[in-house]
C-alpha cells in the first residue's frame, strides 16, 4: 500500500535550526515535494527531490535517499512566520491519476521566541 | 509565477443542495488538474484527476455521481458536490500542472472551505 510517514509536531525556537523527517512506501517513485501550508490556506511548494542527495535553497534544504525511503526537510534560522504544517508528497508514478501526488499527513511545526 | 484561483473561497449550503467550485489557471494551460480534500488535520487526499476533454479519473472511494467534474477548458475545472451532506464539509483544494513546459511541480488554488448545515 500507500503510506507516508512524518512526525505529528515539533517545537523550536527562533535562530534555531529543525529537522523534519519524512519516510514513504509507494509502490512507484517519481519525485518527493515539501510544502509549507499555513492553516486555511493552500500548500506552497519548497522543494523537490528526485534524485539521492541534498537540495538547498536558501534556509531550508531537502534530502532523500531513495534506497531507504526517506526524506527530511531541514530549516535554519528559524523565524516566527516558519511555523506552519509542513507536507512530504510523492508523486507515484504508478498511481492510477498519472502524476497526482500524495501527501504526508503533516508536521506542525511551532516556533517560538 | 504560475497563479491558480479558486472560486469560491467559502461557501455554507444547507443539505440536500449542490454546490459548484471553479478552478482557473490565471496565466498558464494547463491539460491536467487535480482536486483534493483536506479535513481538519487530515492530510490532503486525492479524489480525482481532471483531464480537459475527457473524462475524469476518480480515486477508489470517491462517488464520481456525487462529485461531477468538468474540465471545459484548458484554463478551467470545475468541482460540483451535489446533494451536499454535513460530512462533505471539508477544505476542497485543487492544483493544476502547466501544459506548455513540462514541469514537476503542481501549483495549488487557495482552496474552497465547504460548510454543509
Known amino acids: 500500500g500507500q503510506n507516508i510517514d512524518q512526525p505529528t509536531e515539533m517545537t523550536a525556537t527562533e535562530g534555531a535550526i529543525v529537522q523534519i523527517n519524512c519516510t514513504y512506501q509507494t509502490s512507484g517513485f517519481n519525485g518527493l515535494f515539501w510544502y509549507q501550508q499555513h492553516a486555511g490556506e493552500a500548500p506552497t511548494f519548497l522543494s523537490y527531490?528526485?534524485?539521492?542527495g541534498l537540495e538547498e535553497k536558501g534556509r531550508f534544504s531537502s534530502f532523500l535517499s531513495r534506497s531507504k525511503g526517506y526524506s527530511y526537510l531541514l530549516l535554519k534560522e528559524l523565524q516566527m512566520k516558519d511555523s506552519a504544517s509542513y507536507l512530504c508528497?510523492?508523486?507515484?508514478?504508478?498511481?492510477?491519476?498519472?502524476?497526482?501526488?500524495?501527501f504526508g499527513k503533516g508536521t506542525t511545526l511551532s516556533v517560538s521566541s | 509565477g504560475a497563479v491558480v484561483s479558486q472560486h469560491p473561497s467559502w461557501v455554507i449550503c444547507k443539505s440536500g443542495t449542490s454546490v459548484k467550485i471553479e478552478c482557473r489557471s490565471l496565466?498558464?494551460?494547463?491539460?491536467?488538474m487535480f482536486w483534493y480534500r483536506q479535513f481538519p488535520k487530515q492530510s490532503l487526499m486525492l479524489m480525482a484527476t481532471s483531464n480537459e476533454g475527457s473524462k475524469a479519473t476518480y480515486e477508489q472511494g470517491v462517488e464520481k455521481d456525487k462529485f461531477l467534474i468538468n474540465h471545459a477548458s484548458l484554463t478551467l475545472s470545475t468541482l460540483t458536490v451535489t446533494s451536499a451532506h454535513p460530512e462533505d464539509s471539508s477544505f476542497y483544494i485543487c492544483?493544476?500542472?502547466?501544459?506548455?513546459?513540462?514541469?514537476?511541480?503542481?501549483?495549488f488554488g487557495p482552496g474552497t472551505r465547504l460548510t454543509v448545515t
Open positions: 492544483s493544476a500542472e502547466p501544459t506548455a513546459v513540462h514541469s514537476y511541480e503542481q501549483y
Open positions: 508528497a510523492v508523486r507515484d508514478s504508478f498511481n492510477q491519476a498519472g502524476t497526482a501526488l500524495i
Open positions: 496565466d498558464f494551460q494547463a491539460t491536467t
Open positions: 527531490n528526485v534524485l539521492d
